[in-house]
Nanobody, 125 residues
Framework: VQLQASGGGSVQPGDSMKLSCVAS????????LGWFRQAPGRERDFVAA????????RYGDSLKGRFAISRDIAKKTIYLQMNSLKPEDTAVYYC???????????????????WGQGTLVTVSS
């Protein structure tokens, strides 16, 4: 699966931003697509994931309520709506795809085989 993320940029604290990730290359019927982020000097953290068939979602700790993941099946695109952004949300955001993940593995980067190039989100006043 090839993934192309977009939508990053610079915003102020409290603002909202929506990221997109377009998938191509194969059918997604048995895939989970997710978002991870990596801040400078830190490990890659799980943000959110969605199962392509059925739409089951999972979120990283403390992000549900501010962040929402969704998908558009016709456009083969996933989205990450981010609200009430904070400076600590500053990171490079990556989309990823992994086949046949069980729910408990949604947040584990090593189960995702394909990764997009990343898009930088900067939250600063």
């Amino acid at each position: 699966v090839q993934l192309q993320a977009s939508g990053g940029g610079s915003v102020q604290p409290g603002d909202s931003m929506k990221l997109s990730c377009v998938a191509s290359g194969r059918t997604l019927s048995d895939y989970v697509l997710g978002w991870f982020r990596q801040a400078p000097g830190r490990e890659r953290d799980f943000v959110a994931a969605i199962r392509w068939n059925g739409g089951t979602t999972r979120y990283g700790d403390s992000l549900k309520g501010r962040f929402a993941i969704s998908r558009d099946i016709a456009k083969k695109t996933i989205y990450l709506q981010m609200n009430s952004l904070k400076p600590e949300d500053t990171a490079v955001y990556y989309c990823a795809a992994g086949p046949r993940l069980i729910f408990s593995n949604f947040g584990v980067p090593s189960y995702y085989h394909d990764w997009g190039q990343g898009t930088l989100v900067t939250v600063s006043s």
